[in-house]
T-cell receptor
Framework: DTGVSQDPRHKITKRGQNVTFRCDPI?????LYWYRQTLGQGPEFLTY????????KSRLLSDRFSAERPKGSFSTLEIQRTEQGDSAMYLC?????????????FGSGTQLSVL | GENVEQHPSTLSVQEGDSAVIKCTYS??????FPWYKQELGKRPQLIID?????GEKKDQRIAVTLNKTAKHFSLHITETQPEDSAVYFC??????????????FGSGTQLTVLP
């Protein structure tokens, strides 16, 4: 599968712990997005990278959340001091200007459960 | 910011019948409207999209219509098949000038095609 890959698929953690997720976009895509999806809802935008630069962040992204894309390839999303309200599916997506930068290709997501 | 409302939340149709899902958006500056299909436990996948400079677009059994004046757009699936059963999300893109495009998603429609 040469699509967007995310790791891990599932993460169970205790409240207060830190967690980190990884996303590997489609190799030629320079744009990378993080979204969050809760049950019964559509994905909500969290943040966006163009190459290694983080260009936009949603107000949903509290200071406990940090995202990086150090070399413009893979990205990590870290949540510090997790809370039960952080439980959700975290989706990564990538896009390329060549095929239409708005056309997002999603990964399968990381399902986070905070106990 | 943009607000996208989607109806109905659930839809059941007999195999072979048509299905219609409707969305409204709030920001008249939005100009890109994709539809995503998400099967249970899988990633959202783009199935069709439309830009604000056209009123209708078709791709085999799927069509999308856009009414900019009324700020609503619809997904039409004809000759439905059991494999069309999934959650469908509409979205609208409202980029701040000079910025990246972020999608605001609707809350989804669970389509069930009954054999």
């Amino acid at each position: 599968d040469t699509g967007v890959s995310q790791d891990p698929r599932h993460k169970i953690t205790k409240r207060g712990q830190n967690v980190t997720f990884r996303c590997d976009p489609i190799s030629e895509h320079n744009r990378l997005y993080w979204y969050r999806q809760t049950l019964g809802q559509g994905p909500e935008f969290l943040t966006y990278f163009q190459n290694e630069a983080q260009l936009e962040k949603s107000r949903l992204l509290s200071d406990r959340f940090s995202a990086e894309r150090p070399k413009g390839s893979f990205s990590t999303l870290e949540i510090q001091r997790t809370e039960q309200g952080d439980s959700a599916m975290y989706l990564c997506a990538s896009s390329s200007r060549d095929i239409g930068r708005e056309k997002l290709f999603f990964g399968s997501g990381t399902q986070l459960s905070v106990l | 910011g943009e607000n996208v409302e989607q109806h109905p939340s659930t839809l059941s149709v007999q195999e072979g019948d048509s299905a219609v899902i409707k969305c409204t958006y709030s920001d008249s500056a939005s100009n890109y409207f994709p539809w995503y299909k998400q099967e249970l436990g899988k990633r959202p996948q783009l199935i069709i999209d439309i830009r604000s400079n056209v009123g209708e677009k078709k791709d085999q059994r799927i069509a999308v219509t856009l009414n900019k004046t009324a700020k609503h757009f619809s997904l039409h699936i004809t000759e439905t098949q059991p494999e069309d059963s999934a959650v469908y999300f509409c979205a609208a893109s409202n980029p701040p000038s000079g910025s990246a495009r972020q999608l605001t998603f609707g809350s989804g429609t669970q389509l069930t095609v009954l054999p």
